[in-house]
């Protein structure tokens, strides 16, 4: 025999691996599943009523940690000046201006002299 029959003969066939149905029957399973649920939150209005009830409940509970007072606003001040005189001691004004927007129901970008506007402020100490 020359050397290159007896390499064929010693040569091993791969194993083929068996297919993994189990894994492939799961993942259609969790797929199908997702698209029900999917379905179903749509059919009940979406996350959106979810979404903004949480918000809701959020605001709240961030705003027992202000007082809410009621400014008219004077020639020249935009929100973030008054915001900023309100609470000074706020790191990031952006969170108490937002609560001061939920209150209004409206954008604090366009307030004029004369409007009377809902801000947070910091609650006294008593």
Known sequence: MNQYAEKRRNFVQPQK?????GVYLLVVALLAEVF???HQ???????KPLIKQWIQQTNEERLKDYDVVKVVVKEGETAWQ???Q???QERDLRDALHLSQTLNSKSLGTIKAGDVVYFVAEKEKR
């Open 17 to 21: 691996k068996p297919a993994k149905w």
């Open 36 to 38: 029900y649920v999917g």
């Open 41 to 47: 939150i749509g059919e009940a209005g979406g996350m």
């Open 82 to 84: 008054i915001q900023k």
């Open 86 to 88: 309100l609470t000074p």
